[in-house]
């Protein structure tokens, strides 16, 4: 049986009721609800220290930056190829990500998922999504896992045993899953729908996914020239009732219809070889 998400701390709103009334008991659930904007930030920082486009850890104070130093600071932040060490310090204080959504919040939440490989440092390689706590009045249940479509040889591009999964925050109001999907394109798409079939259960379906898909929206490209020109078109992958918003390339936040789009656009980023991706959206009252 599930339980009942626990409260962060008491509602302003149930403060003021409580003050104004002390006969009445008013629900948390039937608080007056203000719709929020919620700005997203999609990053894969190609940190492990294998790969060809790692560049000595750079990426990281440069995406730390960009958290740190944005007029509007993101509230959900998806990030891939990074290492344990990057969200948790070895004395288990904040590592240098979350240390910077600290920055720009009061609370932050975050939930760290490993591939299964290690980084050049030692620690668990893997996606981190991050949330503004004061999104909402609860404590989140973390949710994570490897999907069952997994490839189970080393691929052309030197796939090592890389589990491909997913980290998600699960609040009442809504839920954020980071992901990164594997570099076969029959893989990925079926690692995307149980994603979308996994975000569909969770908050009543109001769930935002970012991640590196693996898979482009457009007719040529890279991943056309690589796997031929039928390649698998990422929007379809995309289930009825959601939108998808990208980068242009493999990059991709998938969000509930009923979480209106306001702008958005990519961010060029000099230490890693994928463009960032961010999006506004208003989440609205359920």
């Not at 992958?237 to 209106?260: L, Q, T, W």
Request: aromatic fraction near 6%; include cysteine; hydrophobic fraction near 35%.
């Amino acid at each position: 049986m599930a339980t009942a998400p626990a409260l962060r701390t008491a509602p302003k709103a149930l403060v003021l009721a409580a003050v104004l009334s002390v006969t009445a008991a008013p629900s948390v659930w039937a608080l007056d609800c203000v719709p929020q904007q919620a700005d997203i930030l999609q990053m894969n920082l190609c940190n492990s220290g294998a790969a060809p486009c790692y560049e000595d850890g750079q990426a990281i104070p440069e995406a730390t930056s960009l958290i740190t130093t944005s007029d509007d600071p993101p509230d959900i932040v998806t990030v891939n190829e990074i290492c344990l060490s990057d969200v948790e310090a070895a004395d288990g204080g904040p590592g240098p990500l979350v240390e910077a959504m600290e920055q720009v919040h009061d609370e932050v939440d975050y939930n760290f998922h490993s591939s299964g490989v290690t980084c050049q440092d030692g620690t668990p390689y893997g996606n981190v999504v991050m949330v503004n706590g004061e999104l909402s009045d609860f404590e989140p249940v973390e949710q994570e896992g490897d999907y069952h479509a997994q490839d189970s040889d080393p691929d052309a591009l030197g796939e090592d045993g890389e589990d491909r999964g997913y980290a998600c925050l699960e609040y009442p109001e809504f839920a954020a899953c980071a992901t990164h999907l594997s570099r076969h394109e029959e893989t990925a798409g079926r690692q995307a729908e149980e994603l979308m079939g996994l975000g569909g259960q969770m908050a009543g379906g109001n769930t935002i996914s970012g991640g590196d898909f693996n898979l482009e929206y457009s007719e040529g490209g890279f991943w056309n020239d690589l796997f031929g020109d039928d390649s698998l078109n990422v929007q379809g992958c995309v289930p009825d009732g959601y939108y998808r918003k990208g980068n242009g390339g493999v990059m991709h936040i998938v969000s509930p219809d009923a979480f209106e789009f306001g702008d958005g656009g990519t961010i060029d980023m000099e230490h890693t070889d994928h463009s960032s991706l961010r999006i506004d959206v208003t989440i609205p009252c359920s």
